[in-house]
């Protein structure tokens, strides 16, 4: 059973940080592509980025260079830096993993940024 489990987030300013976690086990970790997702009220959940087992990052291009995605495998935690947060990122963020062609989900953490 895979768990995922985020912490962080919560209510901002705009032009301000935050910083997400996500805790995994029951997957190796160091093998897994980690990504993170975001859903605003009333919209579908869309992909804000990828960290792969190597490291390579890629993002989507609303956050490219405000946000970073991290990793540290000893911990089996993914992370997402954000900063110069604007109104548009206010949404619920979920942390994803693939395993063995299922997908898992975190439990969702808000954000909430305000002008």
């Known amino acids: 059973q895979v768990r995922l489990v985020q912490s962080g987030g919560g209510l901002v300013q705009a032009g301000g940080s935050l910083r997400l976690s996500c805790a995994s086990s029951?997957?190796?970790?160091?093998?897994?592509?980690m990504s993170w997702y975001r859903q605003a009220p009333g919209k579908q959940r869309d992909l804000v980025g990828s960290?792969?087992?190597?490291?390579?990052?890629n993002y989507t291009a609303a956050v490219k260079g405000r946000f970073a995605i991290s990793r540290d495998n000893a911990r089996n935690t993914v992370y997402l830096q954000m900063n110069s947060l604007k109104p548009e990122d206010t949404g619920v963020y979920y942390c994803?993993?693939?395993?063995?062609?299922?997908?898992?989900w975190g439990q969702g953490t808000q954000v909430t940024v305000h002008s």
């Open positions: 029951g997957l190796t970790f160091k093998l897994h592509t």
């Open positions: 960290i792969s087992r190597d490291g390579t990052t």
């Open positions: 994803h993993a693939r395993r063995q062609g299922t997908d898992w």
